[in-house]
């Protein structure tokens, strides 16, 4: 098993997880494996960077296909202001679906 993979289970059940390193607040991230349809479930983690000063970080799916979907990455300073992702905030998703 590898930091991006899949496993697909005999019943047809697939789980598929990985991270995400590609700048910017939106990001497409593509599947390693396409979905039967577009009927999965999906979780995504942001990490903050080392020695931010954010206080919360969070993430929102904006949509999803049968091989990829777009996360959008907001966070807020301690101070109150807020911002958008950058490339050094890593996202990482968990997606269970149908294969067959």
């Given at each position: 098993?590898s930091?991006n993979?899949?496993?697909?289970l005999?019943?047809g059940?697939?789980?598929q997880?990985?991270?995400s390193?590609?700048?910017?607040?939106?990001?497409?991230?593509?599947?390693?494996?396409?979905?039967?349809?577009?009927?999965?479930?999906?979780?995504?983690?942001?990490?903050?960077?080392?020695?931010?000063?954010?206080?919360?970080?969070?993430?929102?799916?904006?949509?999803?296909?049968k091989s990829n979907?777009v996360?959008?990455?907001?966070?807020?300073?301690?101070?109150?202001?807020?911002g958008y992702l950058?490339?050094?905030e890593?996202?990482?998703?968990?997606?269970?679906?149908?294969?067959k």
């Amino acid at each position: 098993l590898s930091q991006n993979g899949y496993y697909k289970l005999p019943d047809g059940l697939m789980i598929q997880w990985g991270l995400s390193e590609v700048a910017g607040s939106s990001r497409t991230i593509y599947l390693p494996v396409s979905f039967y349809d577009t009927y999965y479930s999906l979780v995504t983690n942001v990490t903050k960077s080392q020695g931010a000063t954010m206080s919360v970080v969070s993430s929102s799916i904006l949509f999803t296909t049968k091989s990829n979907f777009v996360v959008n990455g907001t966070y807020q300073y301690e101070n109150g202001d807020y911002g958008y992702l950058q490339s050094t905030e890593k996202i990482y998703w968990l997606a269970i679906g149908r294969w067959k």
